[in-house]
C-alpha cells in the first residue's frame, strides 16, 4: 500500500491527499511547461500561456520526465456567470480545449457530482497534444469544475492514455481524499 500525505492551501479552504512520491510543482514549473507545448498557432499560444495558473500543481515524476507526466492542477477563479449550472460551465470550458488540441473528445461528456463535499461537474477527456519537435502525446483528462459562490474550483488530473500512467488509482483515491471548506473561502 502505497504511503499518503495531506497537502493543505489554507487560505483557499481546499486539502487533497497526494501520494507521497509526487512532486508538488512551483509556478515556474507549469509555465516553462506550458512553453514547451506548441498550439500550432500564435493566437493559441498567447491563450494557453496567459490561462490563470494554478495554486496547486503536482506531478508524478520530477521535472525533465520525457513523456506525458501524470498531474493535478487546481485552479481557483471567479464563476463566468452565476446561476449557470456546473455542467455548462465545464462543457464551455472543454470546448474550448478542443479548439485548442488535436483529436479532442469526450471520453464521459460532463455530468452532475460531489467532490470535496459540494456540488461540481465532472467530465473525462482525451486529446493529442505535440511539443516543439511536434512529437505526440496522448492525453486522458478528468476535470471537475466545483462551484464556491462566486468563484470556482478547476480541477485536472491528466495522465496517459494508457499503460502505467494513466494512474487511474492515484487519481480516484486524489479526489476522494478532496476537502473543500467553503466558508474559509468567503473570509
Not at 18 to 27: A, E, I, R
Request: glycine share 8%; aromatic share 10%.
Amino acid at each position: 500500500m502505497q504511503a499518503w500525505k495531506t497537502h493543505c492551501l489554507p487560505d483557499f479552504g481546499f486539502q487533497i491527499d497526494l501520494p507521497s512520491d509526487w512532486t508538488v510543482q512551483d509556478t515556474g514549473f507549469v509555465m516553462a511547461n506550458r512553453e514547451r507545448v506548441d498550439m500550432g498557432s500564435p493566437a493559441l499560444q498567447r491563450r494557453f500561456q496567459q490561462a490563470t495558473v494554478p495554486i496547486l500543481a503536482c506531478t508524478r515524476y520530477p521535472d525533465g520526465y520525457d513523456d506525458v507526466n501524470p498531474t493535478v492542477q487546481t485552479t481557483f477563479r471567479p464563476m463566468p456567470q452565476l446561476g449557470v449550472p456546473a455542467t455548462l460551465v465545464l462543457e464551455k470550458m472543454t470546448g474550448l480545449m478542443g479548439q485548442m488540441f488535436e483529436d479532442f473528445r469526450f471520453i464521459e461528456e460532463p455530468v452532475e457530482t460531489e467532490l470535496g463535499g459540494l456540488p461540481a461537474a465532472r467530465a473525462r477527456i482525451s486529446y493529442a497534444m505535440f511539443n516543439s519537435d511536434e512529437r505526440r502525446f496522448d492525453v486522458l483528462a478528468r476535470s471537475w469544475i466545483v462551484p464556491c459562490g462566486k468563484m470556482m474550483f478547476i480541477i485536472g488530473m491528466s495522465g496517459t492514455t494508457q499503460g502505467d500512467n494513466v494512474c487511474e488509482d492515484e487519481f480516484n483515491g486524489m479526489a476522494a481524499s478532496i476537502r473543500i471548506a467553503p466558508d474559509a473561502i468567503q473570509a
